[in-house]
């Protein structure tokens, strides 16, 4: 007993937070604000401890061994901000309170998101995934986020941008992207911020749409867009290039089958839908040398 007051006076004493231990707080865990706020972190835990008050707003449980909390947060309906950060979670938790607005999953080992995994969620403003292993977010799993604003994707490993981002989208960041999708940011017209530096661009005619979308005043976004690709303009930063540098005439060699049946038309893109069809992006090139891209065109492969 007289150990545990030791204990207890030392976290008072040396805890910036200046931690104040009340009875309804948990053990182990910090209540600055009682019924408010719990930070249960760094404690090595693998379940959530039991006395965590049901109308706490801001739950950090960061940096424990949580390897998965589906529905165990369900009953906390006023649940604000919740902090999964640094733990062990293999898939996106199942069953949060629809009263969330800030979710951190920051160093987790998510693999992918699938469509149904937040639809729950539409308070949601704040979403950060860094540093996970993402793979795949199925087309539209964010779309219901109607209120989402910020959103972390950065040390994961997709290659292309998510489709469908909510509209409602003011930041987000991202790396390891190859390329972006033709419009893909048409949507999103609140777009504040766009980190886009890291990323292992492949500046080929893929690229264009990107490259005009920040040449029509989203400059601000541009620093540091490095090509990883083609070799020839590898370390080459995007923008400093010119259209017909990136995509040359010259960029159809590489499907000569498929091109010899065309005048000015050329395929630059191409890949196997299954093993009958091939979707491609066909580019001409009207005038000055400016290539006017089609994608979505489908056609059976002989
Ligand atoms: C939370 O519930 C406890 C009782 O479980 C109550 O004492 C406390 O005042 C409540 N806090 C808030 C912020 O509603
Ligand atoms: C979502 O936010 C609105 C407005 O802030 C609030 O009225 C509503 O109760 C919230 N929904 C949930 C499920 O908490």
């Not at 030392?10 to 200046?18: D, F, Q, T, Y």
């Not at 309804?24 to 209540?31: L, N, R, T």
């Not at 976004?221 to 080459?236: G, K, R």
């Not at 065309?262 to 839908?273: E, Q």
Request: charged fraction near 15%; aromatic fraction near 6%.
């Amino acid at each position: 007993m007289l150990w545990c007051l030791y204990g207890l006076l030392l976290v008072l004493c040396v805890s910036p937070l200046a931690c104040l231990v009340t009875s309804s707080c948990p053990e182990g865990c910090c209540c600055p604000h009682p019924g408010l706020l719990v930070l249960c972190e760094s404690l090595g835990l693998r379940s959530l401890p039991v006395s965590v008050p049901l109308n706490t707003s801001v739950l950090s449980v960061a940096r424990n061994q949580f390897c998965n909390v589906d529905h165990l947060l369900r009953p906390f309906s006023s649940l604000q901000e919740l902090s999964l950060s640094h733990n062990q979670l293999a898939h996106f938790p199942r069953g949060l309170p629809p009263s969330l607005e800030t979710l951190q999953l920051q160093k987790n080992r998510i693999t992918y998101i699938t469509t149904g995994a937040l639809r729950q969620l539409g308070n949601l403003t704040r979403l950060d995934l860094e540093d996970n292993r993402i793979r795949t977010i199925q087309p539209g799993a964010l779309l219901g986020l109607g209120r989402l604003q910020v959103l972390t994707l950065k040390g994961n490993r997709l290659t292309i941008l998510p489709l469908n981002l909510p509209a409602s989208l003011t930041h987000l960041d991202l790396n390891c992207l190859r390329s972006v999708p033709e419009s893909a940011f048409d949507g999103l017209p609140s777009l504040r911020s766009v980190e886009l530096a890291n990323n292992l661009w492949v500046c080929e005619c893929d690229i264009l749409y990107l490259y005009r979308w920040l040449l029509s005043g989203r400059l601000k976004m541009a620093t540091d867009l490095v090509c990883a690709e083609p070799t020839h303009l590898a370390h080459h930063m995007l923008l400093t290039l010119s259209v017909m540098a990136i995509c040359p005439r010259g960029a159809i060699k590489r499907h000569p089958r498929i091109y010899s049946g065309f005048r000015n038309k050329v395929f630059t893109h191409c890949y196997s839908l299954n093993f009958k069809w091939i979707k491609l992006k066909l580019c001409h090139w009207p005038t000055h040398n400016i290539p006017f891209c089609q994608s979505g065109i489908v056609l059976k492969y002989l």
